[in-house]
């Protein structure tokens, strides 16, 4: 069990990490804006999901599951098929996807008609939180518990999610929520990533939320002055991982996003000299 890892599907990165990431992990995919978290999340589901059915060596997920709180599966596809037209062919019928829109908003004055595709009439009472609905971190407690056994799942975002539980809660709670699910990651043996965006957070905010992390895979724009923009990743923390990174010398990875392969590993910056 302990010695499990699951593929991320992108081949260039999986040989560094001797066959993928450590079975169990709560991942935070940390990113500057345009970095690559997004995609390297389509990019590793589209790869996954195209091995489904297909005979393999690797441990494949159960299920693929795409968690929002402000997005639709509509507009998420549309994003991949501008972005990645091939992918949207293999995500399209395979992706497990989990909307909840409703009880994001239902505190809000946001009408009904902006987050609903349903004709529900728009009234006083419906800008209301219905009080037999149950709460949005109840929802998805429910949903993990019966969707996130042996699959991949992704959380976009926890950036809209910790938002969302400043308004309604107290910090420590939200921490406590991510101690849970870390503890409970252990216990469906697949991988929770979790997206959150770079300095929305005052700093000791965002400590606290990765401290609660089995791993934190950081996107960067390279800001040594290159005249080509250049996207790169680097493991900040990961149980189980740094130690096979450590013993290959590796910093960080280059990355190269196409709309033909998506997100892969372009380059493997090491210790200088070694």
Same mark, same amino acid.
């Given at each position: 069990?302990?010695?499990?890892?699951?593929?991320?599907?992108?081949?260039?990165?999986?040989?560094?990490?001797?066959?993928?990431?450590?079975?169990?992990?709560?991942?935070?995919?940390?990113?500057?804006?345009?970095?690559?978290?997004?995609?390297?999340?389509?990019?590793?589901?589209?790869?996954?999901?195209?091995?489904?059915?297909?005979?393999?060596?690797?441990?494949?997920? &159960?299920?693929?599951?795409? /968690?929002? %709180?402000? +997005? !639709?599966?509509?507009?998420?596809? @549309?994003?991949?098929?501008?972005?990645?037209?091939?992918?949207?062919?293999?995500?399209?019928?395979?992706?497990?996807?989990?909307?909840?829109?409703?009880?994001?908003?239902?505190?809000?004055?946001?009408?009904?008609?902006?987050?609903?595709?349903?004709?529900?009439?728009?009234?006083?009472?419906?800008?209301?939180?219905?009080?037999?609905?149950?709460?949005?971190?109840?929802?998805?407690?429910?949903?993990?518990?019966?969707?996130?056994?042996?699959?991949?799942?992704?959380?976009?975002?926890?950036?809209?999610?910790?938002?969302?539980?400043?308004?309604?809660? &107290?910090?420590?709670?939200? /921490?406590? %929520?991510? +101690? !849970?699910?870390?503890?409970?990651? @252990?216990?469906?043996?697949?991988?929770?990533?979790?997206?959150?965006?770079?300095?929305?957070?005052?700093?000791?905010?965002?400590?606290?939320?990765?401290?609660?992390?089995?791993?934190?895979?950081?996107?960067?724009?390279?800001?040594?002055?290159?005249?080509?923009?250049?996207?790169?990743?680097?493991?900040?923390?990961?149980?189980?991982?740094?130690?096979?990174?450590?013993?290959?010398?590796?910093?960080?990875?280059?990355?190269?996003?196409?709309?033909?392969?998506?997100?892969?590993?372009?380059?493997?910056?090491?210790?200088?000299?070694?």
């Amino acid at each position: 069990m302990y010695l499990v890892r699951n593929p991320t599907g992108i081949n260039s990165l999986d040989q560094v990490l001797k066959g993928g990431l450590p079975s169990g992990s709560l991942v935070l995919l940390l990113g500057e804006v345009g970095s690559g978290d997004f995609e390297f999340v389509i990019s590793s589901f589209a790869r996954l999901l195209s091995m489904k059915g297909r005979e393999s060596k690797v441990k494949l997920p &159960e299920k693929v599951c795409y /968690i929002s %709180f402000t +997005r !639709g599966k509509e507009d998420v596809l @549309k994003e991949v098929a501008f972005s990645f037209p091939q992918f949207y062919t293999m995500i399209r019928d395979r992706l497990e996807f989990k909307d909840f829109s409703k009880a994001y908003f239902s505190r809000s004055f946001i009408p009904v008609n902006w987050y609903s595709s349903t004709n529900e009439e728009l009234t006083f009472q419906s800008l209301k939180l219905d009080e037999q609905e149950k709460n949005l971190m109840a929802e998805l407690i429910d949903y993990l518990d019966k969707n996130a056994k042996g699959s991949i799942v992704l959380i976009d975002s926890l950036t809209v999610l910790a938002q969302y539980c400043l308004a309604r809660m &107290e910090w420590k709670d939200m /921490i406590i %929520f991510l +101690r !849970g699910l870390q503890k409970a990651s @252990k216990q469906w043996g697949g991988i929770v990533y979790a997206i959150l965006s770079e300095g929305i957070f005052e700093t000791e905010k965002q400590e606290e939320i990765q401290e609660c992390m089995d791993g934190v895979m950081t996107f960067e724009w390279d800001h040594q002055g290159n005249s080509k923009r250049q996207r790169i990743m680097y493991m900040k923390k990961f149980r189980g991982l740094l130690p096979v990174l450590d013993e290959d010398n590796i910093v960080n990875f280059e990355i190269q996003i196409s709309s033909q392969r998506g997100f892969e590993v372009s380059n493997i910056k090491r210790v200088r000299g070694k």
